[in-house]
Each structure stands twice: as structure tokens, then as C-alpha cells.
């Protein structure tokens, strides 16, 4: 009996995980990714002393089967507790302590953790698809991948919007209101400060600082969105220099930050989702998964991509989209 094959569109962690489900039960997947790498906004930025990641700061899990997911992780040395001083307010009120419940930083690159769980699925980086058709996966290159027993998006709704036009009733369901909200991440570096390892600011501009795995003195700052809103059209440069100068004053440093990388996630997080976690047209053997589906972060994503690979190895050859 011939191996039953998925094509999938997105190497973030809903792709990924699909992917690894399906590899794992004997399909054969091919994942199609246009960033060098896999990831997602779980990607990772390679710097002169090892790796930082400007995309989620954390895993965190609400509930089963995530939350036993994210300790087989921990087993397994992808990931630990968040632990240590947790700090909370600015410097010009005061510091207080503060708690992260269920949640989780990664101790291998995200990117890699990412990889993992793709398991025995083929990716091809550098790969951007440009429409989807039944059963079929078309690249920017003219490259046409068929006969798949089922094609998967999970890229962000404003990009799978245009992939869709041969297949109106799948983009017609898919609401095209769908909003995502921007976020501007940095890796930088500073001296002095409050004595932690995550600060959460009580601020309109600053949101989040992550001290990076092994590594003292570089962090992950992350704006609000409302930051990300104003410098929606700035350049890397000037967004740094503005975080930076309400960094400064947030810790009331003395010295000036470094500011080593900048990122701007224009698509962060959904503001709506669609209910269910997948949107699938059976006859013609296309689904869509992924936060835009399911809801906002990732355990939302791992849980799309998931509940769609389990139903579609316990049909078989009957897909259940």
C-alpha cells in the first residue's frame, strides 16, 4: 500500500507539529517554508556569541495535553521552568516581585526545538508558495508539487487569503476581518538595573525583558503593541533608538544600551480566531491550522496542528476535514 502524502505550507509550530504527527504515523510530508529555516515566530537570530530569539519569549500551557507536552520537552532538555527573579513595575515607582505559572524557556535554539518536531518530514527552506490548488501546492518558481492526500496551510489568514483563490469556498469561510496585532523585539544589552531574569514593565511603550539563556548581560525586550503601532513604517534603527531611550528610563541606567538585533512581528497575535481548530475543504483535500484558526499563541498553534494530524491518521484514507 503506497504511503499516504501531506504537503504542508509554514514551518512554524503548527506546520511542524502537524508535520511530526503524520511522519510519525507512516505518512510522507513535505513542509514548505520561504524563511531559511524553520520556526515561525519561534525563530532564532544568530549572533557572535551564540543564538537569541526576538520571537516568543516563552511556552506557556493553560492546560493538558500541552502542559504534559511541555514537560516531556523539559525531559527531553528543549526546556525549563522559568524560575529566578521576576520582577514587575518601573524604576521610578518601585520593583515588586512577580509569578510566571506554567511557563516555559527554551534551552536549545527555538528554531531547533522547532525542527525537532518535525521528525522524519522533508523541509524545503527558500520555498514561497504562491497558490494552493486541490491537492496541489504551487512555488514562486512555477514549481508545482501534486497529488498530495491532503495540502495544510498554516501561515498567518492575511497570507493564506491570497494562496486561496482557487478554492472560494475555503477563503470565503475564512474571515477575511481577521486582525493581528504588531510587536517590535530587540536583543540588547545594558549594565545596572534591577537584579532579574524577566522584567515585566508597567508601561505603555515596553511590555517584557528576557535575560537570554546563558548569557549575562543580553536580553529580549519586547514593546507593547501600542509601541509597535507607532513605528509600524519606522526602520530598525529608529525603533531601536526609541526602545532603547525608554529602556534607559524605565531602569534609570547610567549607561547607554546596546541594541544588537530588532525585529518587527507584524502579525504577532490574532485578534480573532475562527472557532475549532481547523478550517478544512474535504473534496478538495485542503485545511488551514494555526493561531489564525485556533486562537492566539502557541499552545493554541501545537494544539491546531495536532487535533487536524490525529484526525486525518485516524481516518485514513477517508479525510476528516
Known sequence: MAKLRAGIVGAG??????????????????????????GGRLSTRRLDEGWATLGSPFISARRDPFRSQLREWVRQGWLEAVRGNIMKGRATVSWTQAQLQ???????????????????????????VTRLEPRTIILENGVVHGNFDC???SVPTPQAIPLLAALPRL???????????????????????????VIQFEDELLNLAVRQFDSEGRWAVHSTTA???????????EASTRAASALMGLLGLPWPVEVEAAHLWKMARPTVQQGGFWLGDRENRVA??????????????????????????????????
Open 227 to 237: 509601541f509597535a503601532e507607532t513605528y509600524l513604517d519606522a526602520s530598525p534603527m
Open 13 to 38: 509550530i503548527s506546520g511542524a507539529t502537524c508535520a511530526g504527527v503524520l511522519a510519525a504515523a507512516g505518512w510522507e510530508v513535505d513542509i514548505f517554508d520561504k524563511a531559511r529555516g524553520a
Open 102 to 128: 506554567n511557563h516555559y524557556r527554551p534551552l536549545i535554539e527555538p528554531s531547533q526545538l522547532v525542527r525537532n518536531l518535525m521528525g522524519g518530514a522533508r523541509l524545503h527552506t527558500l520555498s514561497r
Open 288 to 321: 488551514l491550522i494555526g493561531d489564525g484558526i485556533a486562537g492566539a499563541g502557541v499552545e493554541r498553534a501545537w494544539e491546531s496542528g495536532t487535533r487536524l494530524a490525529q484526525a486525518l491518521v485516524q481516518a485514513e484514507t477517508e479525510l476528516a476535514l
Open 171 to 197: 477563503q470565503e469561510r475564512l474571515q477575511t476581518d481577521t486582525r493581528y496585532q504588531p510587536v517590535w523585539s530587540f536583543i540588547m544589552r545594558w549594565e545596572g538595573g534591577p537584579s532579574a531574569d
Open 151 to 153: 495540502v495544510i496551510c
